[in-house]
């Protein structure tokens, strides 16, 4: 999958377009490029963590023990609930208010990590 050009999509808050996105609408993103169907959902920043599993297990995603290649990664990311997309088993894309990011997964807070369903 080649993400280069997401790198410069702005955050925009329920963005699913090359207009702006949010941390899901990247996701998103990144799972169409890859052949994956994920659900559409408006992603409540401010949900708790526990809120947030079982509303992540309702699109239809898979707990798995660790990140790979389209592995989606929810975390917490500055005091906010976050998803992002495993580029593979180190690194990360994700998008944050100042635009897309490759972070390393070990500097993300409490990571959980899940496989879209088949």
């Known amino acids: 999958?080649?993400?280069?050009?997401l790198l410069l999509v702005p955050?925009?808050?329920?963005?699913?377009?090359?207009?702006?996105?949010?941390?899901?609408g990247l996701v998103l993103?990144?799972?169409?490029?890859?052949?994956?169907?994920?659900?559409?959902v408006v992603y409540c920043e401010k949900e708790s963590e526990g809120e947030?599993?079982?509303h992540a297990l309702n699109l239809g995603l898979?707990?798995?023990?660790s990140a790979r290649h389209g592995t989606l990664?929810?975390?917490v990311y500055n005091g906010e609930l976050h998803i992002?997309?495993?580029?593979?088993?180190?690194?990360?894309?994700?998008?944050?208010?100042?635009?897309p990011r490759v972070t390393p997964?070990?500097?993300?807070?409490?990571?959980?990590?899940?496989e879209v369903a088949e």
């Open 62 to 65: 898979v707990p798995v023990e």
């Open 29 to 40: 993103e990144c799972c169409r490029r890859d052949g994956l169907y994920l659900k559409d």
């Open 52 to 54: 947030a599993g079982r």
């Open 73 to 75: 990664i929810q975390c």
């Open 11 to 24: 955050y925009k808050a329920n963005g699913r377009d090359a207009d702006g996105m949010d941390c899901y």
């Open 105 to 114: 997964i070990f500097a993300l807070s409490h990571p959980v990590f899940y």
């Open 84 to 99: 992002a997309y495993a580029l593979n088993k180190k690194t990360c894309l994700h998008m944050t208010y100042d635009g």
């Open 1 to 5: 999958m080649t993400y280069e050009d």
